[in-house]
């Protein structure tokens, strides 16, 4: 099936056209699959690019919107011939789809991903990854609360991490990965598995689950407050409510399989929250005060780090470049 759409190849103006991979396989088309393929046409890193996901419905909306140039109905069919595979789906499900792809797989090529979690990807995926492929794991720290085909936006990955982590894979395939995500408008980092695995425990995956708890709370006390909590919500609130708003199936898997690093982290949370808990009691403000003087020195720090600024809901709708 080829996509007839209005997306065509790279930006005039953007500088030299530099083709990584001819053949890209995207598996899965959601966010972060439409957000790539629309930064790989801007920067034209890529010669084709096809796309494979799991329901029909997803892959109409796909040919629709010329979201990738080839979709294919099976994932096998999506990822023969293919340079580079890069698996865009939740990571509960990227065992299958490496098993489903492996006996397709060209010697030669890369297969790649862009899950949440690592140690748990390598794991599930890499036993069917034939010799004579390389498999380099890859986590952009990009997103939004927004999921499905309709969601990508080229600007997503500009000035944001991804995360390589090639655990001894070949050189020169890793540094072309690279090549691709710095061409996407990331910045990258290599890093170990289980160090990432914690990172991210720390910077997403447990804020998430605050985020979740918080309004869940909220939402039962709004059947005691009539409805007041929707209705005078403050930012705080509005805040958690959009991190809360994020793919149930995603985060599921995220927990899932980064149990030990949240499990870590949210033990720490829980006895700086009672140690909050105590100093609220007890009338302790300096401790609260001191507190929060340190944390709010975090946060000039991320500005300052230019990963976000000061405006609100920055990097969370698309922005045009220019
Ligand atoms: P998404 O928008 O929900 O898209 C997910 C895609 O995977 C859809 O095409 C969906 O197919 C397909 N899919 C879902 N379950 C499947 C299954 N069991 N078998 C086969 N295909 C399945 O998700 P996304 O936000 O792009 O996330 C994709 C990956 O990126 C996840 O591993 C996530 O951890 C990672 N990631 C997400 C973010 C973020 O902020 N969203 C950031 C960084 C990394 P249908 O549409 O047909 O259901």
């Not at 996509?3 to 083709?19: E, L, S």
């Not at 997803?58 to 629709?64: H, L, Y």
């Not at 927004?146 to 995360?163: K, T, V, Y």
Request: aromatic residues 6%.
């Amino acid at each position: 099936m080829s996509a007839g759409g209005p997306c065509g190849g790279p930006v005039p103006g953007d500088g030299p056209v530099t083709v990584l991979y001819d053949k890209v396989a995207l598996i899965g088309l959601g966010l972060i699959a439409g957000s790539m393929s629309l930064a790989m046409r801007r920067a034209g890193l890529a010669g084709s690019i096809t796309g494979y996901a799991r329901s029909a419905e997803t892959r109409a909306v796909a040919v629709e919107i010329g979201l990738v140039d080839h979709v294919c109905d099976t994932a096998a069919e999506a990822a023969k011939d293919a340079d580079l595979v890069v698996l865009c789906v939740p990571v509960g499900a990227m065992e299958a789809m490496a098993r489903d792809i492996a006996p397709v797989l060209k010697p030669g090529c890369t297969v790649s991903d862009v899950g949440s979690v690592k140690r748990a990807v390598i794991a599930a995926v890499g036993p069917h990854i034939p010799e004579g492929v390389h498999f380099i794991p890859a986590h952009p720290l990009a997103g939004t609360e927004h999921s499905g085909p309709r969601s990508g936006f080229a600007e997503l990955f500009d000035n944001r991490w991804c995360i390589l982590v090639p655990d001894g894979a070949d050189r020169a395939a890793t540094d072309r990965l690279r090549a691709l995500w710095e061409g996407m408008g990331s910045f990258v980092e290599e890093m170990d598995a289980d160090h990432h695995d914690l990172v991210l425990a720390v910077t997403s995956h447990t804020p998430h689950l605050i985020a979740y708890t918080m309004v869940g709370v909220a939402d039962d006390l709004q059947r005691v407050t009539d409805s007041e909590v929707i209705k005078f919500s403050a930012a705080g609130f509005r805040d958690f409510t959009r991190i809360a708003a994020s793919d149930p199936t995603m985060w599921r898997d995220v927990f899932l399989t980064n149990k030990d690093a949240t499990l870590e982290i949210l033990g720490r949370f829980t006895e700086e929250l009672f140690a909050l808990q105590r100093a609220i009691r007890t009338g302790d403000g300096d401790h609260l005060h001191a507190y929060f003087t340190r944390t709010r020195a975090v946060r000039r720090g991320i500005i300052d780090a230019g990963q976000d600024t000061a405006a609100p809901n920055f990097g969370r709708t698309p922005v045009p470049k220019g």
